[in-house]
């Protein structure tokens, strides 16, 4: 259903390298807490490691470490001031939780005096590290980098993903001996304790020009060079979405998107009401500056915070030299098993600090505790800083990101120039070796059946077949319906493509079919941004009217259940030509010209009544113009090699519709005009979540019969639509002026976090609301004007189709999300129209999703 593109690549990509499952080597991994011998309480920031080795850890504020190794270790040792450091003996190559006492250090004493005294409660008041902290905060303004009026750097970009901990016995198998040379290339030194396969590899020089007023922040990429997984992976996209999933992140920022979630800044406004700080260390650097080192955790270890240390500069300028921020093992994070992020900071010639490198690194996994599963690190570093020196104008001008014609062409020597972090031994293999992979048969074939698997369509060079949830439906006015289609690809040509299906239901024993062809007009992909193309098309299909879902085909198999009765159809013959621009600054237009033909299926008829006759009509034509306009500031997209998805940012996204429809013009029946406006808002409210929010008006001018009015989305599926209104029926509403409401709140465990059961569930809450507000004006309402198509009846002549009276329809819903990592279950009730027939005033929906 809803199932996120990136992620069903992700999960291609997996399967494609290894189409059965990876076995693991015997590691040894330890759960464990370290406590006062004395009094059981947990033990902060304790040092924990393997004996004889360089892995290790500390505690976290609640005394809780997790360690491992991909070899069989039989000790831990265990430190911290004041208390005795002891061995501890482990079970080698074994999962295990232990729980560690450690004695305080004594002496002897001649008398020994004994108080009772209780642990001081955490406070902000009167505490040095929340002064501290409020110090840092304060001094934000004039430590981000955009306080200068002009700053320009080099970067040097780096994003890897490997598998983690694959067994050196998997090469001895039968199936794999043919991919030895991948599956030798390892490392076990670039992450200490994990021994990595890496598969993915991007890197990109980049250049970066800021101005202050007017503010212009502009990048040219110079050179990139990337992994390339053959035809059947978009590597560009997996490339795109995994620097969206480790975003650059400025700390000075109250918020900061990590892993395409918001997550608090330990150094926001408000965190000292959610973070509480200590002050660790002082710390004199070579060059004799002093920095204190201050140490955070989550006051609520559940909550999308960081727990982690900084070290602030004591010159006035409070300013971050140096932090790490980590995830604890407690937030609700989806197949994510561990988190950092370090950023070092350097000086610049006015004594202040910038950026100079940044370090994400994450561990991937469906279980938190095993040992396999994936591992990504994208490290930025950056140089030739140039502080306050203005450039000429032609610097900033321009877009925000543009790429030097020669960018993805760059030989070695320009690589061993600007590559400002070294590639290990197991990195530097990867490009041959995915280019080698992608040639060999086995893994062509391999990859062809799991694209049919993951994304429905099966390659056959110059055309795919698909989708293949959409061969087999069924619905009551077609009964049993086979369906099969396909569209061009790369190989036939890039700038045109041609689409097509044809589909036979053997109750009504009618075709349908359907034939487009698109040509690009910028010589770039249909699929890319910017869009520049044409189209021309034809449909002969059934579609119920007002079923509008946004997430699955409507001949998707799964749509074939719905509740209640849904036998009223419409056969469509749609003659189309769209022409499609989109602009650099993500404005974008469409011209469209249809001809529509509605014939009535089912139990639906078009009838009216001419001199008191009733007349069965059994065509409806019109001629329609139309124009959509969009504003969609700063979208991005996760792009794919036949298809895009827009990446959900904070930013709005504005569309207007014009549409007038043409008497006269190729059998068009009705003159009119339509106009709708819709603005869509992703709001993040940091701890809180998120929220989704639309806003939407439609006002229709001139006379026009039902299925031309506006038929309000319903659904009758059991499957949950943020866009359509879960408990209304198909056809029952209709408006030619309405305004309208939808708000998707996800609170991602705020509340469920502090409720123990539902914390070990990670469970998340999720409430939404809808509200319709419409009318019909009299022109329209076929009770006033017989001449109108009358309103739908059920099998016993009862209207099943409304206009909006003085009040609003409204439903809201509350659920559960992230059952099983994917599901999202609501139960929905409708609050009002409940007298119309066949209604129901609850129903539990559910949706498929994934998420981190």
Known sequence: MNINTPLKTLLLLTLLLFNSALLFAQITVVNGTVVDAANKKPLPYVSVSFAGTTLGTTTNSEGKFFLQSVRAQSNLQVSFVGYKTITYAIKPGAEQNVTIRLASESQSLNEVIVKSQKKKKYSNKDNPAVELIRKVIENKDKNQPTSYQYMEFRTYDKMQFSFLNVSNKLADKKFFKKYKFLIDNRDSTTIPGKNLLPFFLNEKVSHTFYRKDPEKKRTVILGEKSVNFGPFVDSEGIGAYFKHMYSEINIYDNNVMLLTNQWLSPIAGVSPNFYKFFITDTVTT???????????????????????????????????????????????????????????????????????????????????????????????????????????????????????????????????????????????????????????????????????????????????????????????????????????????????????????????????????????????????????????????????????????????????????????????????????????????????????????????????????????????????????????????????????????????????YYTKGVKGLFGGQYGYDKLLGRVDKHFYLSVFGYADVSLEAGHIFGKVPYPLLNIHRANQTYAYDVDSYNLMNFLEFVSDDYQAISIDQHFYGFFFNKLPLFKKLKWREVVSFKALYGGLRSENDPSRHPDLYQFPVDESGKPITYSLGSKPYIEGSVGIENIFKFIRLDLVRRFNYLDNPNVSEWGLRTRITFDF
């Open 286 to 656: 070579n060059t004799n500056e002093k920095l204190v080192e201050l140490s955070f955790t989550p006051r609520n270890t559940a909550d999308m915070l960081f727990e982690g240390m900084m070290y602030v500069t004591l010159d006035g300028n409070y300013a971050v030299q140096k932090v790490i921020l980590k995830a604890n093992r407690n937030i609700n994070l989806n197949f994510v098993k561990s988190m950092e992020v370090d950023l070092e900071f350097a000086k610049n010639t006015d004594g202040r600090y910038h950026l100079s490198k940044s370090t994400t690194l994450a561990d991937f996994g469906l279980n938190k505790d095993k040992a396999g599963g994936l591992f990504g690190i994208r490290t930025l570093t950056m140089d030739k800083f140039f502080i306050n020196t203005p450039r000429p104008e032609a610097a900033y001008a321009g877009e925000a990101v543009v790429y030097m014609d020669e960018a993805k062409e760059r030989n070695e020597q320009f690589w061993r120039e600007n590559r400002l972090d070294t590639l290990s031994g197991a990195e530097s293999k990867v490009y041959t070796n995915i280019d080698s992979l992608s040639r060999m048969p086995s893994y062509r074939r391999t990859a062809d059946i799991l694209s049919l698997l993951v994304f429905g369509y099966k390659g056959f060079g110059k055309f795919e077949v698909g989708p293949a949830n959409s061969f087999y439906s069924f619905n009551p006015v077609e009964g049993f319906r086979l369906r099969f289609g396909g569209r061009t690809t790369y190989d036939f040509s890039n700038r045109i493509f041609f689409e097509t299906y044809a589909a036979y239901g053997f109750k009504d024993e009618r075709w349908k079919y359907f034939l487009s062809s698109t040509y690009s007009l910028n010589a770039k992909s249909i699929y890319k941004f910017p869009q520049h193309y044409v189209r021309a098309s034809f449909q002969r299909d059934t579609k119920i009217p007002g079923l509008n879902l946004d997430f699955v085909r409507e001949d998707n198999f799964l749509l074939s259940f719905k509740r209640g009765n849904n036998d009223k159809y419409l056969y469509n013959d749609f003659y189309r030509f769209d022409y499609v621009r989109e602009f650099e600054n993500h404005f974008s237009y469409k011209f469209n010209f249809t001809k529509w033909t509605q014939e009535p299926a089912g139990s639906l008829y078009f009838n009216r009544l001419v001199n008191g006759s009733l007349i069965s009509d059994r065509y409806l034509t019109t001629s329609e113009l139309s124009l959509n306009l969009r504003y969609a500031p700063y979208e991005q997209f996760y792009q794919g090699k036949m298809f895009r998805t827009p990446i959900i940012s904070r930013y709005p996204i504005f569309n207007l």
